[in-house]
């Protein structure tokens, strides 16, 4: 049986819903107003490239008024011709639909708050005049030659009738797509349904949906929209966003595409690679658990689960990880098992006696039940030990290396290494001297296997500022294989380097085994 999505269910009530549903993403604007985000415009650019690449329909790329530079990235973003849609926001007023204008955008997004708690206490307007405002705007862009979706913030908590009447008043006067926003994530999938059901019958123009999560609901309301037919859904990558952020991209796509049968234009494999790109440039790192595109969506520990995962990935994995650019992994723990652990030690070659495994799962479970996190490092020099063997074979050797670092000086870091037998001396600059040594160090294993940093664990483990200092880290291959590692010692920089050199070394090690047993493979067939 193959472990591709196991899709016999489809949970959609379809009489009312679409089968495309088109993706309107805003990472680039309400994704930047989450709390300490600010991207430059060349991130920006970035970023919107990979959403075309990744097939989004519509990419808000900004919110022009804001600043000279957030107009410089759009421009920018519309100069590169890409073949998502491009929108910008704008509320309802001419001074920011002229530097919409400005930026050469034909698309424009345009909103003003219809509940009465925004109306009496932040725009301290009557419901009227919120209306004129609308009509006005709307107007003034279809005068322009814009193509309009319009806004009505807060829309879950405003009066139902009178956020018909702005519905239908922006519609005559040219709208050619309505927006209903959640704005503060307020909603129940019930009452989104409810909602959108009367909205379509009161207007005649494509209804989307925009839903933030302050309940934990954003991607359950959005859903709950496209049931009621609502055509499509603005999210953001990583559900990034202000407060607890919009619904978020990936997981909204494979909930349509895997339990409601439903079409996207997304490209599913290179959502892992996108969540990784915003993560970087925004600095918001993704929780480990966190659907489809968390470190642990494909990870196994328990001897339970894995000995499942190793039958057939179907009894513990709902989609196979490479729909989404992922690979599954095991990881070793207080739960694991002889099949877990087995496969593990595979991996690098190692094939313990069926006693030998008893003794090594043992050792890890000791480990695991005094706290420990068991890296493929502790795992296998548990088994060198238990088995007598050596191993562990050297292929990358540090040398020596020496950071810099302080005020007023770019932290630069120079390492020497040598790998199988060959010596490389590169140096390289950073944020801090732990960024310049870790990127000196995949400067030159880059060249050889494309082994990159994927996690880096920093813990202090006494007190004081002799403090031993505790990293571990995991490394990536192309090939979306991991490692892990760990090392112990009282200088941060120097337990970061012996720790990323020994998660390369296994890394190597891996590669190594693949590579032999590939010859092995290709040797039989010939
Ligand atoms: O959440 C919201 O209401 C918004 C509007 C600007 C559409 O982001
Ligand atoms: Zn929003």
């Not at 709208?175 to 989104?192: C, E, L």
């Not at 069926?354 to 890890?364: C, F, T, Y």
């Not at 088994?383 to 050797?397: C, D, I, K, P, W």
Request: overall charge negative.
């Amino acid at each position: 049986m193959s472990s591709d999505v196991s899709n016999s269910i489809s949970n959609s009530d379809s009489s009312n819903s679409v089968d495309y549903v088109r993706i309107y993403d805003t990472t680039l604007r309400d994704g930047e107003q989450t709390p300490g985000v600010t991207l430059t415009p060349e991130d920006k650019l970035l970023i919107a490239i990979q959403l075309d690449k990744l097939g989004v329909d519509v990419i808000e790329a900004g919110f022009p008024i804001v600043s000279q530079g957030e107009k410089e990235a759009v421009k920018m973003i519309v100069k590169q011709g890409l073949n998502s849609e491009i929108s910008v926001l704008a509320r309802t007023d001419k001074r920011d639909i002229d530097a919409a204008i400005d930026c050469g955008v034909r698309y424009v997004h345009t909103f003003i708050a219809t509940s009465d708690i925004h109306l009496q206490y932040k725009l301290k307007i009557s419901r009227e005049e919120a209306i004129r405002k609308a009509v006005d705007a709307i107007e003034y862009c279809k005068a322009h030659g814009l193509y309009v979706e319009f806004s009505a913030e807060d829309a879950t908590r405003s009066d139902r009738e009178y956020l018909k009447q702005v519905y239908k008043a922006v519609v005559d006067a040219g709208a050619d797509r309505i927006d209903v926003p959640d704005t503060v994530g307020y909603a129940t999938p019930k009452y989104i349904h409810s909602l959108i059901t009367e909205l379509r019958s009161t207007v005649k123009v494509p209804i989307s949906i925009h839903c933030h999560d302050d309940f934990g609901l954003a991607v359950a309301n959005s859903i709950a929209a496209i049931e009621a037919g609502a055509e499509c859904a603005h999210v953001t990558i990583n559900g990034l966003g202000e407060r607890a952020g919009n619904a978020s991209l990936e997981e909204f796509v494979m909930a349509l595409h895997c339990l409601y049968n439903k079409r996207t234009r997304i490209n599913t494999k290179l959502l892992y690679e996108t969540s990784k790109l915003v993560a970087s440039l925004t600095g918001i790192i993704v929780q480990p658990n966190k659907a489809i595109v968390g470190e642990n969506a494909f990870g196994h520990e328990s001897g339970i689960h894995t000995h499942g995962v190793l039958s057939n990935p179907l009894c513990y994995e709902p989609i196979s990880p490479e729909l989404v650019g992922r690979k599954r992994w095991l990881e070793a723990g207080k739960h694991a098992g002889m099949h877990g652990i087995a496969a593990m030690l595979a991996e690098y070659g190692i094939r313990p006696e069926q006693e030998q495994l008893r003794q090594i799962v043992a050792k890890v479970k000791e480990l695991g039940d005094k706290g420990k996190q068991v890296t493929d490092a502790d795992l296998i020099a548990i088994a060198s030990q238990v088995m007598n063997q050596q191993n562990l074979v050297e292929h990358v050797r540090l040398m020596d290396f020496v950071v810099t670092t302080g005020i007023n000086v770019v932290p630069t870091a120079s390492v020497r290494l040598i790998i199988d037998g060959k010596e490389y001396i590169v140096a390289e600059t950073g944020v801090g001297p732990v960024d310049a040594a870790l990127k000196a160090i995949q400067k030159i294993t880059d060249r050889i296997a494309s082994i990159r940093l994927s996690e880096f664990r920093l813990e202090a483990i006494s007190g004081g500022s002799d403090a031993l200092a505790e990293v571990s880290v995991k490394v990536e291959d192309s090939n979306g294989k991991i490692s892990s590692a760990r090392a112990t010692g009282e200088d941060i920089v120097v337990a970061s380097v012996q720790a990323m050199i020994n998660g390369i070394n296994k890394m190597m090690m891996k590669r190594t085994i693949d590579r032999d047993s590939n010859r092995e493979i290709q040797g039989y067939t010939v």
